[in-house]
């Protein structure tokens, strides 16, 4: 069971969902992503478990939606533009305080962009993406082991904060091939109280599943409690992994596909005797800005590399708040940072 | 000796109503709610309230129920009976709501035959949001967004989605009913219990029962010209009766 096997991340994603504990999966074919919706039509009727290709992604979110409200674990894919067309949904069950998961492999944009890797959705993903004051955790791996190793999590912090969770990979995750164990981190799911599903009515009064308040200060109430939530999440689920960062003249923030990048430059850049570290989150939100912020001053510098023209370093201003200056470099729509040009910015940094 | 001939279905709350004067909606909640008891499915139904006027269906439906977005009944349903198929699964919804912005949702759950009802409420109006337009306004007819009437060489000729559903392979039962008097009403709850019944017995396909219901505060007229409209007026461009099954 514990062997490693050759995957693509997609194919990885899709059979950890499925030892996760997934009940029904619901997708709409967009690349770079169509290997999960493909494997699951496979192998969900194999296990007895829901698979339906929906007519879109509006439609997919919802049937997710609906699978979610009577307690089962939902899951639905797509790829950048089909998560815009989920946002409507995202929003109603971050409001209706719904658990599921949604898997981004994110490609170039805006508008139908292209089909080639990107990480240009980290605003959508980090502050809501649809309408209304919410957030979902937003959780980041950098090799396809990891990207199994997250769909455990990801059903478990649904489950445990009744909301949707997003992983987040791009068009390099899915489609690059590494030898993984999607059994790593497989776990019985964790137990929560799930006395608010819909169905079985007996003994109870009827359950209402709902993002809709009116009358005075209710949504505002209901918002105050989503908000407490929140604050807990950003309080005890921050996760990253920081790698030569204790002595680092400069530290490289990068997730995903462009930390694997960055770690090479940095090697080469070690070599060379520079004092280069890496600070990898893992959740994007909660963003892990405590632990960035710890490690700003002292002379330090940070750059952060991203296949997108500047999203998450934003993010890392705001936590470094002016105590060391940031950088940035990065290219999209589809075009991917080269090791050697992540190098002469290393170097450009620490002259 | 007096006999008990009539009382509050169980699955029906007693509460004050926030519906017009002369609106269908009471009526079909209460039809859905007899029906419900009817067939002792209380505790294996789920209803699906939508965006619209019954938006709040769930105040008076005395049943598990969920909220969803505008339009996206069928696809929650679809989600919601793919998990739990030993649950009688209905979703309610208006014709804004059905033929316009869920007209790809209703479309693919007929088309796949999903094994849910829907309760097309068609009163030919967006009750909700003040009386605008809706894919079912009948040619002339005046809306808030059509304020000369609606003309069909500019807005298009009222939708029949009974009709158009009913031609897919996937939609095994569609009936047009009208809440206009006692005999018509009776055939409405008729043609909801025959839906729901579709599902306990686990007939596949879609099943799907339109009312043409009144919307008396939004087509400027008493609750009694109301029904007098849809009986005169509305069943020429939405006949009654069985399409399918």
């Known amino acids: ?351 | 000796m007096s006999t008990l001939v009539y009382e509050k279905p169980e699955s029906l709350y007693d509460r004050k109503t926030h519906y017009c004067p002369g609106c269908g909606h009471g009526v079909a909640h209460r039809l859905i709610a007899e029906t419900i008891d009817e067939l002792d499915i209380r505790h294996k139904t789920i209803g699906i309230a939508p965006v619209g006027c019954s938006v709040l269906a769930y105040n008076y439906l005395n049943i598990d129920m969920v909220e969803v977005a505008h339009g996206r009944a069928p696809a929650v349903a679809t989600g919601m009976k793919r998990v739990k198929p030993d649950h009688i699964i209905f979703a309610y919804q208006g014709d804004g709501d059905l033929a316009s912005i869920g007209c790809a949702e209703i479309m693919h759950a007929a088309h796949r035959g999903e094994d849910i009802t829907v309760i097309f409420v068609n009163n030919a109006i967006y009750g909700m949001t003040g009386g605008q337009m809706a894919p079912t306004t009948m040619v002339g007819q005046i809306a808030s967004t059509c304020p000369n009437g609606r003309d069909p060489l500019k807005e298009g000729y009222p939708m029949q989605m009974a009709e158009i559903l009913s031609i897919m392979p996937g939609a095994t039962y569609i009936e047009r009913c009208a809440i206009t008097d006692p005999a018509n009403i009776r055939k409405t709850k008729k043609a909801i219990k025959h839906a729901f019944q579709r599902q306990l017995d686990g007939e596949n396909g879609f099943n799907m029962v339109e009312i043409l219901s009144p919307c008396p505060t939004y087509w400027r007229m008493s609750p009694v010209d109301a029904k007098k409209h849809i009986t005169e007026q509305m069943t020429k461009t939405f006949p009654l009766g069985k399409l399918k099954g």
């Open chain 1, 1 to 351: 069971m514990s062997e490693k096997v050759l995957m693509c991340g997609n194919e990885a994603v899709a059979e950890a969902a499925i030892q996760a504990g997934l009940d029904a999966f619901f997708g709409y074919p967009i690349t770079p992503q169509n290997e999960i919706p493909e494997y699951m039509s496979r192998r969900m009727p194999e296990e007895g478990r829901v698979f339906v290709q929906s007519e879109s992604e509006i439609a997919a979110i919802n049937m997710v939606y609906g699978a979610a409200a009577t307690g089962a674990r939902a899951m639905t894919s797509s790829s950048s533009p089909g998560i815009s067309l989920k946002q409507e949904g995202i929003s109603y069950l971050a409001g209706s305080q719904l658990p599921a998961v949604i898997v981004n492999m994110m490609r170039g944009g805006p508008g139908l962009g292209n089909i080639e890797p990107s990480q240009s959705d980290y605003f959508q993903a980090t502050r809501g993406g649809g309408h209304g004051d919410y957030y979902h955790i937003a959780l980041a791996g950098n090799s396809v082991q990891e990207m199994a190793d997250l769909m455990y999590d990801a059903f478990d912090l649904a489950d445990k904060y009744r909301g949707p969770v997003m992983v987040i990979g791009d068009g390099i995750l899915a489609q690059m091939i590494e030898p993984v164990d999607v059994f790593a981190k497989k776990r019985p799911p964790i137990q929560t109280d799930k006395s608010w599903a819909l169905g079985n009515l007996k003994d109870r009064s009827p359950n209402i599943v709902n993002s809709l308040f009116l009358g005075d200060n209710v949504l505002e109430n209901h918002n105050l409690r989503l908000q407490a939530k929140y604050q807990i999440i950003r309080d005890t689920e921050v996760r990253f992994e920081a790698t030569d960062t204790e002595d680092a003249d400069l530290i490289v923030v990068a997730y995903g596909i462009a930390s694997r990048i960055a770690s090479s430059a940095i090697r080469k850049a070690r070599k060379k005797g520079l004092k280069v570290g890496l600070f990898r989150p893992i959740t994007l939100w909660p963003f892990p800005a405590k632990p960035i912020a710890a490690l700003a001053g002292q002379g330090r510098k940070f750059l952060a590399v991203e296949l997108s023209y500047g999203q998450m370093v934003e993010d890392v201003r705001l936590a470094v708040n002016g105590a060391s200056p940031v950088d940035f470099y990065g290219r999209a729509g589809g075009s991917v940072p080269t090791v050697e040009a992540v190098l002469e910015k290393i170097e450009e940094n620490l002259k």
